[in-house]
T-cell receptor, first 117, second 114 residues
Framework: GAGVSQSPSNKVTEKGKDVELRCDPI?????LYWYRQRLGQGLEFLIY????????KSGLPSDRFSAERTGESVSTLTIQRTQQEDSAVYLC???????????????FGPGTRLTVT | AQSVTQPDIHITVSEGASLELRCNYS??????LFWYVQSPGQGLQLLLK??????LVQGIKGFEAEFKRSQSSFNLRKPSVHWSDAAEYFC????????????FGQGTTLQVKP
């Protein structure tokens, strides 16, 4: 596609429910990132996928958070047993992933706004 | 710990005035440096980046930034602000050699007065 797409754009869920957020990266981009942006805050890194390598999960805040990626395409971020503090905008980004600079030129999607009531 | 500080949470400037947004980072080596802009309802857009070389870098939309190693700073500037520049601006660093994840500052909201 022309850019990174994410769905849904908005999600309201009850505390304790599980949610799945989807990201479609730019075609041909091998690297994919998930970030979280709480209200009035900067972005927090969650997880990074690069090709077939093991993902960098160092930013996941708890074991309720997990993510998968199918090959070099779609990724889903799953939050189990959601809590109110999970309310945030979840942003996905992709990059070409190769070479010194290209992996850092990340193109962001519009985000999914998650509200846990 | 690695960190990025944007000291100004909110800045208001008049249209046509010059702009400088501050960014300081804390990291042992020189990281890669970035500025992103987030307009209401839109995703983050890369304005400019610094990897090495000339410490004054030019970006899109008339923005520039200067890397000052002695001050651990990477301030964003624009000589004449337009009303359409009103947005939130994020400074980010990527510690060189890592996986590519970015560490973001908390952002500066720019308001432009007519």
């Amino acid at each position: 596609g022309a850019g990174v797409s994410q769905s849904p754009s908005n999600k309201v869920t009850e505390k304790g429910k599980d949610v799945e957020l989807r990201c479609d990266p730019i075609s041909g981009h091998t690297a994919l990132y998930w970030y979280r942006q709480r209200l009035g805050q900067g972005l927090e890194f969650l997880i990074y996928f690069q090709g077939n390598s093991a993902p960098d999960k160092s930013g996941l805040p708890s074991d309720r958070f997990s993510a998968e990626r199918t090959g070099e395409s779609v990724s889903t971020l799953t939050i189990q047993r959601t809590q109110q503090e999970d309310s945030a905008v979840y942003l996905c980004a992709s990059s070409a992933g190769r070479g010194q600079g290209s992996r850092y030129e990340q193109y962001f999607g519009p985000g999914t706004r998650l509200t846990v009531t | 710990a690695q960190s990025v500080t944007q000291p100004d949470i909110h800045i208001t400037v008049s249209e046509g005035a010059s702009l400088e947004l501050r960014c300081n980072y804390s990291y042992g080596a020189t990281p890669y440096l970035f500025w992103y802009v987030q307009s209401p309802g839109q995703g983050l857009q890369l304005l400019l980046k610094y990897f090495s070389g000339d410490t004054l870098v030019q970006g899109i939309k008339g923005f520039e930034a200067e890397f000052k190693r002695s001050q651990s700073s990477f301030n964003l500037r624009k000589p004449s602000v337009h009303w359409s520049d009103a947005a939130e601006y994020f400074c980010a660093v990527a510690p060189s050699g890592n996986t590519g994840k970015l560490i973001f500052g908390q952002g500066t909201t720019l308001q432009v007065k007519p």
